[in-house]
DNA sequence: TTGCCTACCTACCAGTAGGTAGTGGGTTAA
DNA sequence: TTAACCCACTACCTACTGGTAGGTAGGCAA
């Protein structure tokens, strides 16, 4: 029937797992998660969760792998529509918060993995990240030795970016005390979006 | 003699073991760090150190009540301070960003508390900070209104700036590899400083 | 039928977690 | 001297961790 054929229900656990591993590793860390929750959370045991995946370090390693490549895919697009000045910096921060606006899971492993300093993997997050960082900081002082932008440090200028955009999604349960409403609620995120636009807009822009 | 009384030595182990429970906590998270962790680096075994802190919960409840004890005394003499206008809003940075050029772990904690959504206490972060982030509101907001500030959303603002300043100390190991350099040291950290500083300045005053 | 495969299971391993009970040395004070 | 207290210790507990061993049910191909 549906689910017959071994491949599919086998493409379906696996999937399933890399889902639940995503939630509880963004939700807890990687020391907080067991892989009994993991394996809870899809309806199997243990030993048949490793039977998919050889340790729990490896499973870890695909949910952050799976999240890089889609982060740099969606960065690779937005790069690649034909823009300039404000415009081009605009479309690559639009492509960032909707990213993480559909999967706030991903900014929380991120996060937490540049906290423990990568430690649980032998990835490098700031060597992946690096050329896509070198990019932009050439394209930014391009634009500000032209009097496009603001006379900006522009290496400083991007961290202070990251972190503006990312703790929005990552201290959600925070954010949620300080505004007295739900922070990830479809409007305070749309908010949030069009703050930070404006926002680097007002900073980069002299009116 | 020196350490002869025994308050004194009691003091000074009580307080060695918070200092080492800061360091670890912050390294290592609430989960990833074990009792016995921060009694050897204390050189004690952990049922000694459980002779001075009934739990763990309440060891990490302590070491974080300190942390934001600091802070606030921090903020409540920035704001005692006169000023105005823009001055006003540069002392309250400056504040905040000497006390987590001092004590990175402070930020890292925090960061960690507000990923996992105050799980580890009964104390609720952003409840603590509330009154200052309402009365910080009030007075941006009071600023745009006379026109001293660009508009911008003050609650959205705050928490965009809060994400700005405190990525920068808690994800310095990623910081590092972005920008070759080691984030700590003393002329980064000025020069974060410094570009915090200058970007909410070029954002919120119209020149 | 036979044999191999996948996907799951129970049962178990060694190691470590937080926490407790009870011991004993050292200092202090009566 | 004796009693008290403080503080650190060893030894132990239960619960749970990641991981392994071995077994089983069912699908599929020769």
Redesign the pocket.
Known sequence: MSE????E???S??DQILDEALRCFAEKGY?G?????I?AGV??????????F??????YGDVFERLMSEWLERLDAAVAVPASGWDKSELVLRACLDLFAETPDYVRIMRREALDGGVHLGIDLSGVLRPFFDAAVQYLESQMAQGVFTQLDARHLLITGYGAILTYFSDAPFVDGLIDSDAMNEKNIRDHQEHVIGFFKAALLKS
Do not use: V
């Open positions: 017959a054929t071994s491949p229900s086998n493409r656990t696996r020391e998660t067991s892989l009994n929750d394996a309806g199997i045991r243990r030993p048949s969760l490793l039977h998919h050889p340790s729990k370090e490896a499973l």
